[in-house]
C-alpha cells in the first residue's frame, strides 16, 4: 500500500517510508495525555485526525494486542488497508469486500462497522449491504450494531470482532474515507481487576488507575533496563504495572509501613496471577524528604509517581493545603535531584484544586528542573491539544474532588 501522506513529508525525514504501514490510535476520554504517551512509545510521522483518532506511520509491524495491553490511554488499534475518495461509494464496499475476502471465514461470521468523522455514508447501509454479500456467498453471518457511529471498545470484545470476526472502520479525512480494521482494543477487564481485584487497596493512600499509572511509565521513554524509582509508591500500583510492562530494576518507597506492607502484598499478588518472572524490586519505608539516605547519587534514571495530593475530607482550607504539598514537593524534588541520573525524567502527578470558579494550581520550588512538553513539536499547536500554559496536562472527571495535573519534568 502506498503511503498516501508521502507528498507531506520529505524523503530527509528519519521516518519517511514508501511503504510505510499505517495505524490508527482511537483515543481515550483525555486525548492530549492519549497523544503524548502515544508518540512517547511511536517516535515516527504522526497526525491527530479528530479529537478521537491518531494516525502513525510505521516503518515495522506493529503487533497490536501487545502494545495496547500497555497502552493506558488507546481505546482501539487498528490498520490502515486502503483510501478512497469519499464520494465513490462502490469503490469503498469493493474494498470493504476485499477484506472479507482474505479473512478465513468458518463457521458463523461477526462483524461490525465504525464510522470516524464520516457523514456521507451510514454505517448502517454498508452493513446491510455487506450482510447481503456474505448470505449470497452461503456464509452465515452476524451483523453486530449499534446506535452510535462507532462500536465501543465493549461491544467488540465482547462479540470477539477481533478473534472471530472483524470491525471494519472508516476514517473520513478531507476528501477521502480510509478503510481499516480493528486489531486490538483495550483490556478493560484486566485493567478493572487490577485495579478493584487487588487484595491491598486503601483509599487513604493513593487511588491512581492502573491506565494512568501505565501512561505516566510511557511518558517517561525509560527503556525497560533502567532504574524506575515511586517515592511514593502507596499501595503500588505504579510498581505492579511497571512489572507488567517489562521493567526490570525497580524501586519503592513511602513513608507509610502501611502503605510498603500493601506494596508487598500487591506485588505478590500480580506476580500470582501474571506468573511474572521476579524482576528486581527494593522497598524502603522512608520519608521521600530523606531519600538521598538510602539511594546512591545519580543512580535512578527515571521517577514516575504520585505524592500525596492534599485531604481526603469534603471540607478544608485550600490554601493551607496548598502550603504544605509545596514544602512537601519542593523538599522532595531538591532530593530527587541528588539521585537522578543527568537529563533523567521525572513523571509527577500534582494536585489542582477548585474554588470559586477558579483553578488553584500548586508551585513548588523546581530548581534543577525544568517542565517539558509531552507532545511532539509537529503536534502541539493541533486545535485538539489541550495544555496549561505551562505545558502540562489535567486529568480528572467532573465528580472529582482534586484534579490531577501530569507534569514531565527533566533534571536539568
Known amino acids: 500500500m502506498l503511503n498516501f501522506y508521502q507528498s507531506r513529508l ?34 515516527c510521522w504522526s497526525k491527530i485526525i479528530n479529537s478521537q483518532l491518531l494516525i502513525i506511520d510505521s516503518q ?22 486502503s483510501q478512497i475518495d469519499k464520494k465513490d461509494y462502490g469503490k469503498i464496499l469493493k474494498n470493504i469486500l476485499q477484506m472479507l475476502v482474505k479473512e478465513k471465514i468458518s463457521g458463523k461470521f461477526k462483524f461490525g462497522v465504525s464510522c470516524y468523522g464520516v457523514k456521507t455514508i451510514k454505517g448502517k447501509v454498508i452493513g446491510l449491504d455487506i450482510k447481503r454479500y456474505l448470505k449470497n456467498k452461503n456464509i452465515s453471518s452476524r451483523w453486530v450494531d449499534s446506535r452510535e457511529a462507532t462500536l465501543s471498545s465493549v461491544v467488540v470484545e465482547q462479540n470477539k470482532l477481533i478473534d472471530r470476526g472483524m470491525e471494519i472502520v ?6 477521502k474515507i480510509l478503510i481499516g480494521q480493528t486489531l486490538a482494543v483495550q483490556p478493560f477487564k484486566k485493567l478493572s481487576f487490577r485495579d478493584y481485584g487487588r487484595p491491598a487497596r486503601d483509599d487513604r493512600s493513593g487511588m491512581l488507575p492502573p491506565k494512568l ?17 515511586d517515592p511514593f509508591c502507596g499501595s503500588g500500583t505504579i510498581l505492579t504495572e511497571a512489572m507488567l510492562m517489562g521493567y526490570k530494576n525497580l524501586i519503592g518507597a513511602d513513608i507509610s509501613l502501611k502503605a510498603i506492607e500493601n506494596t508487598k502484598e500487591n506485588i505478590k499478588w500480580i506476580k500470582n496471577n501474571h506468573q511474572l518472572q521476579t524482576a528486581n524490586c527494593k522497598l524502603f519505608n522512608v520519608d521521600a524528604m530523606q531519600i538521598s539516605k538510602y539511594i546512591q547519587p545519580n543512580s535512578v534514571d527515571a521517577i514516575i509517581t504520585e505524592p500525596y495530593l492534599g485531604p481526603q475530607q469534603s471540607r478544608f482550607d485550600i490554601s493551607k493545603a496548598v502550603k504544605e504539598i509545596e514544602l512537601l514537593y519542593s523538599k522532595s524534588l531538591m532530593e530527587f535531584k541528588k539521585i537522578l541520573k543527568q537529563k533523567a525524567i521525572l513523571v509527577m502527578v500534582w494536585p489542582l484544586f477548585y474554588e470559586k470558579q477558579k483553578n488553584i494550581f500548586i508551585n513548588p520550588n523546581l530548581i534543577g528542573f525544568k517542565i517539558i512538553n509531552p507532545i511532539s513539536e509537529n503536534l502541539k499547536k493541533n486545535i485538539f491539544i489541550k495544555l496549561t500554559n505551562r505545558d502540562t496536562i489535567i486529568y480528572g472527571r467532573e465528580q472529582q474532588k482534586i484534579w490531577r495535573e501530569i507534569v514531565v519534568l527533566s533534571k536539568e
Do not use: R, W
Request: aromatic share 8%; charged share 15%; glycine share 6%.
Open 10 to 43: 520529505s524523503t530527509a525525514d528519519p521516518c519517511y517510508n514508501l511503504f510505510a504501514m499505517q495505524y490508527f490510535f482511537v483515543l481515550g476520554n483525555n486525548p492530549t495525555l492519549s497523544i503524548a504517551e502515544i508518540t512517547a512509545k511511536f517516535s
Open 60 to 81: 515495522e509491524n506493529i503487533q497490536a494486542i501487545e502494545a495496547i495491553e500497555k497502552l493506558g490511554g488507546t481505546i482501539k488499534i487498528g490498520v490502515v488497508n
Open 213 to 229: 499509572a501505565q501512561i505516566m511509565l510511557n511518558l517517561s521513554s525509560a527503556n525497560l533496563e533502567k532504574t524506575i524509582l
Open 170 to 175: 472508516l476514517i473520513g479525512i478531507d476528501n
